[in-house]
């Protein structure tokens, strides 16, 4: 599987809501860099992290756009995620069924096909613009 493959994998598992499907591109040390947040390390953080984010949002991302690097160990993504803000998340305002469209990217490395490390970014102020109306 090229990564280009591998990235629109992990995304095609992610809108299914296949969790173990995604679980299982990633590798066994996978390293998570939350959002404007702190570094994770392992596939049971990343399941512990992913349950949270199912409790409390619904998403779809869309017009998922993915690049690589000539040798690809290195890729990134870019999108637009189309969410509903479901239950409270620690830190953030008042979950009350609110929608919101926000565009998103994440970097990628890979190491023996499998995904080593995911840094997620989005406009944490814009979400909480949209959610706060």
Avoid: K
């Amino acid at each position: 599987m090229t990564t280009a493959d591998l990235i629109r994998s992990y995304y095609d598992a992610f809108n299914r809501g296949d969790r173990e499907a995604m679980l299982g591109l990633l590798a066994d040390d996978v390293v998570h860099d939350l959002n404007q947040g702190g570094r994770e390390t392992g596939v049971a953080a990343f399941r512990a992290f992913m349950a949270r984010m199912d409790r409390c949002y619904r998403e779809q991302l869309r017009d998922v756009v993915v690049m690589v690097s000539e040798d690809g160990r290195h890729a990134a993504a870019e999108y637009v995620v189309h969410g509903t803000y479901l239950a409270d998340d620690d830190g953030l305002p008042e979950a009350r069924g609110q929608t919101y469209v926000l565009p998103g990217g994440a970097f990628f490395e890979v190491r023996d096909g499998r995904i080593a490390r995911v840094t997620n970014y989005y406009n944490l102020q814009d979400w909480i613009d949209q959610v706060s109306r």
